[in-house]
């Protein structure tokens, strides 16, 4: 086939898709309202949830996660345009991260010694290491399938940042569900949680991300 | 916003002629690129690849941020499949051909526009697309007189021919792989 008879067959078709973008907001409302719903259902808010959002140490859980949450779908938008690869920017990631790491630190230095291996280990580690993958899959999903309809030529740092984004999210739902406040317990099993789930998507999505 | 931009612009939101107008105006510039860095490979294979590339371009232009520069858009798709396209056919085992130029016949010159794989992929279309494809592509018919010929509705002939080119893409990837 010549180039200008494919050029005219292409032509006459004026049918466009979605833009990729239109997809991540709507999907991951639905996905987060499910999360909400799961944990209500099957957990249950923790009964001082109210205050758990005013007072600050219990309510910089929600901030990180939800700083991780934003700057990674920002970075997968950027990421799912072709030419995203030279104008997405890591350092918000880094940033985020950065504070999570100092106020950990901060926390190991604030907590008397022998007070420091039961903050870290606490009392729900295990739900908590169960809960945040399982809540992560509609977000990470959402957002994975949304980047499969851009065109992104980055597919593992845009599956990286689905990754983090979409657990990040789900931590922060978990989160109402989770009394644990010392940042020696969730930064450490938050992290590790959203780490794991991070690294299964960046595995699926730089397969699943190819055009 | 550039004479590309305009165009891309119109195109996006419906209008047939200033995508094809656009199309037709990329088309010299990414044959350029196509050539200068998959040289190597030939000139009909580069066209192969300029195909492809195209077709890409078709099926991603919903990524086109409208107002955003054209150039770094397409560029960056043109470059994503050039690579791809090299990985797939190895780059290992070419010579270049200057070397042989003394033992070789010289070919009777085909069309260097004209492509064999994406005409092998559209006969592995449906009948029905794969008519579509070269009745609107090669004989120049309309969607409508398209579908007066297939005894389809023009807004069938329209999902149809999206669906076409989809397809080609799915097929492209399974046959590089």
Known sequence: MKTDHLVAALAADTQIDRPPASWILPGLALALATAVLAIWGTLGFREDLMQSFATPLPAMRYVLTLALGVTGVRLALALSRPEGRGLAHLWPLAAVAALALGLLLWAFAATPQDGRQMAIVGKTMATCLI????????????????????????????????????????AMVYATHCTEDSPLFYVTWYGLAITGVTLVSTLIGTRLLRW | MDDWGTLLTAANSGDGRAYATFLRTVTPVLRGIVRAKAGGLGVAVCEDVLQEVLLAVHLK?????????????????????????????????????????????????????????????????????????????????????????????????????????????????????
């Open chain 1, 131 to 170: 809960s945040i993958p399982l809540l992560s899959i509609l977000p990470v999903g959402v957002i994975l399938f949304a980047l499969h309809k851009g065109a992104t030529t980055a597919p593992a740092l845009a599956s990286f940042a689905a990754g983090i984004a979409g657990s990040g999210l789900a």
């Open chain 2, 61 to 177: 232009r919903n990524t086109w941020q409208t107002g955003a520069p054209v150039r770094p858009w397409l560029y960056a798709i043109t470059r994503y499949k050039v690579i791809d396209a090299l990985r797939a056919r190895g780059r290992g085992i070419l010579l270049p051909i200057e070397d042989f130029s003394d033992d070789l016949a010289a070919e009777a010159g085909p069309d260097p526009t004209e492509s064999a794989d994406m005409a092998k992929m559209i006969a592995m279309l449906d009948d029905r697309s794969a008519r579509l494809v070269q009745m609107i592509g090669l004989d120049g018919a309309s969607t409508a007189e398209a579908g007066q010929a297939l005894n389809m509705s023009e807004g069938a002939v329209r999902v149809a021919l999206h669906r076409a080119f989809k397809a080609l893409a799915v097929l492209r990837e399974r046959h590089v792989k």
